[in-house]
């Protein structure tokens, strides 16, 4: 697993370290029952504090992506597929909000979005 962080983005280091891990469990990269390297290693490989990679295991066993067993380590745990579909689903629903606020000040009718969303698919099925 790789992860590539940017200390000139706007994102947290804890929540780019999270969202890397996430997508390396999501993509079948990173195994169910594999284990995590510990907090501090990670954290000595990334060059980055404790307290931000504690925070990032911390919001993926909540989201329930990973397992801490006490003494052993963060393990990853079976992704569970409704509750992964949920939170995408709530996520997706906040961008698109604010994306429809931001039509609405720009004066970008929803018919317009719709086009938007459809030549995007189009772009990643074109990729595919």
């Known amino acids: 697993m790789r992860i590539v962080l940017s200390n000139q983005s706007s994102i947290p280091i804890y929540e780019q370290i999270k969202d890397q891990i996430k997508a390396s469990i999501l993509s079948g990269e990173v195994k169910e029952n594999e284990m995590l390297p510990s907090m501090r290693q990670l954290a000595r490989d990334l060059k ?9 295991y911390n919001d993926l066993e909540l989201e329930g992506y990973i397992v801490t067993v006490p003494g052993k380590g963060c393990y990853v745990k079976k992704p569970d597929r409704m509750a992964i579909t949920n939170q995408c689903m709530q996520e997706i629903r906040a961008i698109f909000t604010k994306a429809l606020k931001q039509s609405k000040v720009a004066g970008i009718p929803v018919s317009e979005l719709h086009k938007l969303l459809d030549e995007l698919d189009g772009a990643d099925n074109d990729n595919e």
């Open 48 to 56: 980055v504090s404790v307290i931000s990679t504690t925070r990032a």
